[in-house]
């Protein structure tokens, strides 16, 4: 089954959602941003943000605030073929039955796809880059408030594929 057609305007909205999430330094703040169907509440989802916060290794790094990498990322719309949501093994501790009841969710609740691929270039030359990259799909849903990210799959976490920067713009 296809998945639904994205209005361009509405993909440019999520685009801007996404940023500025993304750039929201406060981890607090980014709880606004979210409406899961997979955790309790917003506490929890606030207490994962920070317990996966990169720490400082050091006052003096943090002092300097010299720059090993910069961070990058591409986002769009879903193909036809990325409308899924793994196995039943994958969304049964999100409290699912199946994918195909999270896929009938999401076509009945009218949630929207978005692929990011997130990863790191080292700013001073290196003779190694073993940057992580990450491929995420994220999805939205419209509630009274506004579109907010409801759930999202991780479905690559890895050293860097080769593939950074094929999924449209790259943004930072």
């Known amino acids: 089954m296809a998945s639904p057609q994205i209005d361009p305007a509405l993909v440019s909205h999520l685009k ?36 996966t916060a990169p720490k400082k290794s050091s006052l003096a790094e943090e002092n300097t605030g010299t720059l090993k990498s910069k961070g990058y990322y591409t986002i769009r719309p879903l193909t036809d073929t990325e409308f899924e949501f793994g196995t039943d093994e994958h969304v049964s501790p999100a409290g699912f039955a199946s ?11 009218g949630w929207v796809g978005m692929r990011v691929d997130l990863w790191d270039e080292p ?3 290196i003779d190694k880059d073993d940057s992580l990259m990450v491929k995420v799909q994220y999805w939205w849903r419209r509630e009274e408030s506004g579109w907010l990210q409801i759930f999202h799959d991780i479905i690559y976490l890895g050293s860097k594929d080769g593939s950074q ?5 790259i943004l930072e």
């Open 165 to 169: 920067g094929s999924g449209g713009e």
């Open 123 to 125: 700013v001073d030359a």
């Open 99 to 109: 994918a195909e009841d999270v896929k009938a969710k999401a076509r009945s609740e």
């Open 16 to 51: 801007e959602l996404y940023a500025s999430y993304r750039h929201t330094k406060d981890i607090d703040a980014k709880g606004a941003f979210f409406f899961s169907v997979m955790l309790p509440d917003m506490e929890t989802i606030v207490r994962y943000l920070h317990e």
